[in-house]
């Protein structure tokens, strides 16, 4: 079936430290590989995607990468800074356009 | 930059009562999704909507639950008689902007509580 497993569900870091969360997918078909950052009370905010045909992407301070043979992708924050401290998901389509979620992480930066 | 809006952002109401959720996407876009999130879980995806009907649906969506979109602006979500599990927060999601199909835009969310 379609399935999302996300690792660690918490995780503290001191500022200024990188923060890695790991994701694995179900099924080698998935093509799209979103990642969302949730605050309190809010919706879930798109922060960075990436596609099955490249391996890795970045943004400033935000990167993923992607294994397909693996099937896992991951999330890399460096220089971390008080804002980042959310939930954030992991999330992969299969075959049609639903988002499959992973369970999330609590991700806490210590001052 | 454009965003999705929800109204309201708080619902309460009794058990066996209706409620619709309401939703404007982002202009432009085609392609439609209602989520929930029970508290301290994780997002579950409801239906996705499309062209005027719905393309895809999961087991949480039943005969209890329907969609439309009433205008050119508006996609509701409608709950016809709400039992106690139904309270969660209910986030409904657009896509499909210059072939983006699948990069989801989420709305801040209906926080609903059934008594």
């Known amino acids: 079936g379609e399935n999302v497993e996300q690792h660690p569900s918490t995780l503290s870091v001191q500022e200024g430290d990188s923060a890695v969360i790991k994701c694995t997918y179900s ?6 590989f979103p990642w969302y950052k949730q605050e309190l009370g809010k919706g879930p905010q798109l922060i960075i995607d ?6 890795e992407k970045k943004d400033q301070r ?7 043979t693996a099937k896992h992708f991951s999330l890399h924050i460096t220089e971390t800074q008080p804002e980042d401290s959310a939930v954030y998901f992991c999330a992969a389509t299969f075959s049609n356009e639903k988002l499959t979620f992973g369970t999330g992480t609590r991700l ?3 001052p | 930059e454009p965003e999705v809006t929800q109204t309201p952002s ?3 109401t009794q058990m066996g009562q209706e409620v619709i959720l309401r939703c404007v996407p ?9 989520y929930r999130q029970i508290l301290g879980q994780k997002v579950e995806f409801l239906v996705s909507f ?3 009907e719905i393309s895809e649906k999961s087991e949480i969506f039943d005969d209890q639950f329907s969609v439309e979109r009433p205008d050119g602006s508006n996609f509701t979500l409608k709950i016809r008689s709400t ?4 309270s969660a927060m209910y986030f409904c999601a657009s896509s499909g902007r210059q072939g983006k199909k699948e990069t989801q835009y989420f709305g801040p969310g209906t926080r609903l509580l059934v008594l």
């Open chain 2, 50 to 52: 499309y062209n005027n």
């Open chain 1, 108 to 110: 806490t930066i210590i």
């Open chain 1, 27 to 32: 099924d080698s078909a998935s093509n799209y």
């Open chain 1, 62 to 68: 935000i990167a993923v990468t992607l294994n397909k």
């Open chain 2, 26 to 34: 982002i202009s432009n876009h085609l392609y439609f999704y209602w």
């Open chain 1, 50 to 55: 990436i596609r099955s045909n490249v391996g």
């Open chain 2, 10 to 12: 708080h619902q309460v």
């Open chain 2, 83 to 86: 039992k106690l599990e139904d």
